[in-house]
């Protein structure tokens, strides 16, 4: 009965960490992704515009041209920019044709659309893969531009130069695009997705009653100082907009991934607590044997038997049942794994290094808990043996 509650409880510790592992290895990837972007000294501060009084772009761009230019001004920033919706959030879809190219019937092309002003890709890290970025000279009364992601530019172009090409964009009054950039992707909707094909517009030509003022800081900026600066710059516009709170992009990062965070933690706690129990349990398990078996162990000593003799009688029984438990252990593993398969990130459910570095991680602390007990029955004078 002591064996089998020991091989239970060693059993779970093993499904338990092994669970663990996969979350911590998941985890750990999902703080190396590539976002496609550099979230550090980015804040963001959210912007809506009433429909009665901006319903149309051009009303929008009378504020917000002559707002930007106020905000590039303000002390304790690098650059600022224009984004209707920034990366790790929502955004919306719009169904767009390619000049010159016939759409299966049944089948639409869609992209995620953004209207963003001409430093926004300075000011979040992103890079332009070729063709230009937005420029002063594309205005509300100039040629229709757009500039396309990597992603777009692979499915529907293949190897083919996309630069120079015109997009039909629904539900633009002048719907006719040039395509003049490409540039690299980025995580739109979650770390953990796949970036998608993106149409970005200049703010000039098409932009929307939400968009979000980005801006980098200096290291030093006080972002209370700075949020004081945006309110005043836009009520000496309009005094009856307000901006939304100034949050850095970092915690906003970090809020994306608080449920995957979370499981981790509590899945590795409750991991080391069942390790924490089980290495108590082989010590108790083991220190129970060798006093049932003091007697057994004097005569032993007695008749001459070698201290490698004692140990390898009193660890006999304790290494059957922590390897019975190991190998259920990672059977069970095995088979909870598959459970959790949906809540990994780039990482496998039945992940060799994790299976391996538990089973060696529990065997060791296994081995070592039970150490102790059997060094003192190898220890054993015999008249003390004897005697008990």
């Known amino acids: 009965m002591r064996g089998a509650i020991l091989l239970f409880e060693v059993a779970l510790t093993i499904v338990l960490m092994i669970v663990a592992g996969l979350f911590i290895r998941s985890y750990s990837r999902m703080q190396r992704v590539d976002l496609g972007f550099d979230p550090k000294q980015i804040v963001i501060s959210k ?61 639409e092309f869609t992209a995620r659309q953004n209207c963003i002003s001409e430093h ?15 420029k002063s000279t594309d205005t509300e009364t100039s040629p229709r531009v757009i500039i396309i992601n990597h992603s777009l530019g692979n499915k529907y172009f293949d190897s083919e130069n996309p630069i120079g090409k015109r997009i039909t964009v629904e539900g633009q009054r002048t719907n006719l695009f040039t395509i003049v950039g490409v540039v690299n992707d980025v995580h739109q909707k979650s770390v953990t997705l796949e970036s998608s094909p993106e149409l970005y517009f200049d703010y000039l030509q098409v932009n929307d009653l939400t968009m979000h003022i980005v801006a980098k800081t200096e290291d030093s900026t006080d972002l209370s100082a700075l949020i004081s600066s945006i309110k005043k710059e836009l009520r000496s516009l309009d005094s009856n907009l307000a901006v939304g709170n100034v949050e850095r992009f970092d915690w906003i990062l970090a809020r994306s991934v ?22 108590v349990g082989i010590f108790a398990f083991v220190s129970y044997t060798v006093g049932q078996r003091t007697r057994e162990i004097g005569i032993l000593v007695a008749l001459g038997a070698p201290r490698k003799y004692i140990v390898r009688t009193v660890m006999r029984e304790t290494v059957l049942v922590i390897a019975l438990a190991v190998a259920i252990g990672l059977s069970l593993g095995f088979m909870a794994s598959r459970l959790v398969a949906g809540f990994l990130f780039q990482v496998e459910p039945t992940d060799a290094f994790t299976f391996l570095s538990v089973a060696i991680f529990v065997g060791t602390v296994a081995g070592i808990a039970a150490y102790f007990p059997t060094r003192k029955a190898a220890r054993l004078e015999v008249i003390t043996a004897l005697r008990s």
């Open 47 to 107: 912007l809506v515009l009433p429909v009665d009084k901006y319903p149309v772009d051009r009303d929008r761009t009378r504020l917000l041209k002559p707002l930007l230019s106020r905000l590039e001004q303000l002390p304790g920033l690098k650059s600022v920019a224009f984004v209707n919706w920034p990366p790790i959030g929502v955004g919306n879809a719009v169904t767009f044709g390619l000049e010159g190219v016939l759409r299966p019937a049944g089948e």
């Open 120 to 134: 926004y890709f300075k000011t979040v890290g992103m890079r332009i893969l070729a063709g230009r970025n937005f």
């Open 258 to 279: 608080q449920v995957q965070r979370f499981r981790t933690y509590l899945l590795a706690s409750f991991a080391g607590i069942g390790l924490i129990l089980s290495a």
